[in-house]
């Protein structure tokens, strides 16, 4: 009897094995196209802008600081309403700062409405309470996207990847980075950065007739969308005795948290508001993008557009991604921009500087097929970072978000970018580039780094160069899920 049971056992493990495989890899192995009544809303077109300045104007958050001030900048300035949607929290006091921020805007009558990932969003373990914090408070709703369901494999995968703050309807931050310490090196942090950036977007004409012309007003609907989708759960729709007892210890940790902020940074707690007028520049046209919100294989709405603008320019291109996956639609695309224009650059990490090793290794065991497509690949020299994702194109048009290079920004996760007309943003986003550029090595035709006086390639540990190539083993037949 018990041989049968076991018997049993190990045939329904096997069954599920076979299912979770079935449908959690499979659906994924073959791209999707973006669907015929889609193809005519990305005419390339509608990125530019008339002659005359729109209601917006925005800057580039590119130090780890001014991430972190901006944020809490729109915190505190907030009065009616604070979005926040992010991949995922990460340790370290700037985390708790700015959930201390959320929650004192929420006491102050802000209503606060938050969404991470449902796997990956990290809320968990030590910073559960946070969670609890959000959900017990009365101004505040706590969502995720997609959290782990056993018996639907073909949402394993899919994850929630945007990074965007609005409050009111007039301020707003979009980018690259996540919440943590690592993202915004706070004094005294020791660690490794990743660099990424954001743009902090002022709407001129919040309160006024004319604040429904501001990208903002779109960014507001996106994530409503977000809110509202299917895949979107209300992880706490209740709470027990423990876990609100667990929420008020939290909530007054984290007003002690706030509390020692004010005194160690007084410059972010004034009396005036921040002066956004005078610390942007105009733009002519900003445009959001973004991929379709099912937690499943997904057509590739900001891949085609972006791809598109790159096909379209007539000078440059520069592109930048903490790393690239070598599919078939990337390579066809950088190909042709190779072919037409004097100038396609890629920037990326090095395996000194990535830390990400599923990725950054197939890219690295592929990078031959990039250098034959015949743009200039620049590699970053640094035990630090890149985590930016973001291109520029002809002295006028920028992106920054979320997007990376790779099969899962195109083909799975939610993303996000902002498409800029601006050539004054353009002269800001290139310089910030540029530093990079000069911290970096250009990859010859050889698949060797072109000698440079200025920058001295770092050597990489052994067990470094074993692991990225270990893991490369198992990135290249799962390319499509990196």
């Known amino acids: 009897m018990l041989k049968k049971i076991k018997t049993i056992i190990f045939v329904l493990i096997g069954l599920y094995l076979l299912f979770a495989v079935s449908f959690g890899i499979i659906p994924y192995a073959i791209p999707k196209e973006v669907s015929?009544?889609?193809?005519?809303?990305?005419?390339?077109?509608?990125?530019?802008?008339?002659?005359?300045?729109?209601?917006?104007?925005?800057?580039?958050a590119e130090s780890p600081q001014s991430?972190?001030?901006?944020?809490?900048?729109?915190?505190?300035?907030?009065?009616?309403?604070?979005?926040?949607?992010?991949?995922?929290?990460?340790?370290?006091?700037?985390?708790?700062?700015?959930?201390?921020?959320?929650?004192?805007?929420?006491?102050?009558?802000?209503?606060?409405?938050?969404v991470l990932d449902g796997k990956v969003g990290?809320?968990?373990?030590?910073?559960?309470?946070?969670?609890?914090?959000?959900?017990?408070?009365?101004?505040?709703?706590?969502?995720?996207?997609?959290?782990?369901?056993?018996?639907?494999?073909?949402?394993?995968?899919?994850?929630?990847?945007d990074k965007i703050l609005i409050g009111d309807d007039r301020v707003m931050i979009l980018g690259g980075r996540n919440i943590g310490d690592a993202?915004?090196?706070?004094?005294?942090?020791?660690?490794?950065?990743?660099?990424?950036?954001?743009?902090?977007?002022?709407?001129?004409?919040?309160?006024?007739?004319?604040?429904?012309?501001?990208?903002?007003?779109?960014?507001?609907?996106?994530?409503?969308?977000?809110?509202?989708?299917?895949?979107?759960?209300?992880p706490f729709p209740t709470l027990s005795e423990s876990q609100k007892q667990k929420a008020d210890e939290t909530a007054a940790e984290l007003k002690e948290v706030r509390a020692a902020l004010m005194t160690a940074r007084?410059?972010?707690?004034?009396?005036?508001?921040?002066?956004?007028?005078?610390?942007?520049?105009?733009?002519?046209?900003?445009?959001?993008?973004?991929?379709?919100?099912?937690?499943?294989p997904k057509e590739p709405w900001v891949g085609v557009?972006?791809?598109?603008?790159?096909?379209?320019?007539?000078?440059?291109?520069?592109?930048?991604?903490?790393?690239?996956?070598?599919?078939?639609?990337?390579?066809?695309?950088?190909?042709?921009?190779?072919?037409t224009l004097p100038e396609v650059i890629l920037q990326t990490n090095s395996v000194a500087s990535s830390p990400n090793y599923p990725a950054f290794s197939n890219y690295i065991e592929n990078r031959k097929k990039f250098i034959d497509t015949g743009i200039t690949i620049r590699e970053l020299q640094s035990e630090d970072s890149i985590h930016g994702k973001?291109?520029?194109?002809?002295?006028?048009?920028?992106a920054v978000g979320?997007?990376?290079?790779?099969?899962?920004?195109?083909?799975?996760?939610?993303?996000?970018?902002?498409?800029?007309?601006?050539?004054?943003?353009?002269?800001?986003l290139k310089a910030a580039m540029d530093s990079y550029g000069n911290q970096s090595l250009t990859v010859s035709s050889d698949n060797s780094y072109e000698e440079n006086a200025d920058v001295t390639p770092l050597e990489v540990p052994w067990w470094k160069r074993t692991l990225m190539w270990l893991a490369s083993l198992i990135s290249r037949p799962f390319q499509f899920l990196i």
């Open 36 to 60: 015929e009544e889609m193809k005519p809303q990305f005419d390339v077109n509608r990125f530019y802008g008339a002659d005359e300045q729109g209601v917006d104007r925005l800057t580039l």
């Open 67 to 114: 991430g972190f001030d901006s944020r809490i900048r729109l915190i505190r300035e907030a009065q009616t309403s604070i979005d926040l949607v992010c991949h995922c929290v990460k340790d370290g006091i700037t985390s708790e700062q700015i959930f201390a921020e959320l929650l004192d805007a929420a006491d102050r009558g802000v209503q606060v409405r938050v």
């Open 122 to 161: 990290g809320l968990s373990g030590s910073r559960k309470g946070i969670a609890y914090a959000l959900s017990a408070h009365p101004n505040v709703q706590y969502r995720v996207y997609n959290p782990f369901c056993f018996y639907k494999p073909w949402e394993w995968n899919a994850l929630l990847h």
């Open 183 to 234: 993202y915004f090196a706070p004094e005294g942090y020791t660690g490794k950065v990743t660099n990424d950036r954001d743009v902090v977007v002022y709407n001129t004409a919040s309160g006024a007739e004319q604040s429904g012309d501001s990208v903002l007003s779109d960014a507001k609907a996106y994530f409503n969308e977000i809110w509202s989708c299917e895949a979107v759960k209300e």
């Open 266 to 296: 007084p410059e972010l707690y004034g009396e005036e508001p921040y002066d956004y007028a005078n610390s942007t520049v105009p733009a002519k046209q900003l445009t959001l993008i973004h991929n379709p919100l099912n937690a499943g």
């Open 305 to 339: 557009q972006l791809a598109n603008l790159g096909l379209t320019a007539k000078e440059s291109v520069t592109m930048q991604s903490p790393y690239c996956t070598a599919n078939k639609r990337l390579l066809s695309v950088m190909k042709s921009m190779a072919a």
């Open 390 to 398: 973001s291109f520029l194109m002809d002295g006028r048009l920028s």
């Open 402 to 428: 979320s997007f990376n290079l790779d099969d899962r920004s195109m083909y799975i996760d939610t993303e996000a970018m902002l498409v800029i007309d601006s050539p004054e943003f353009y002269e800001q």
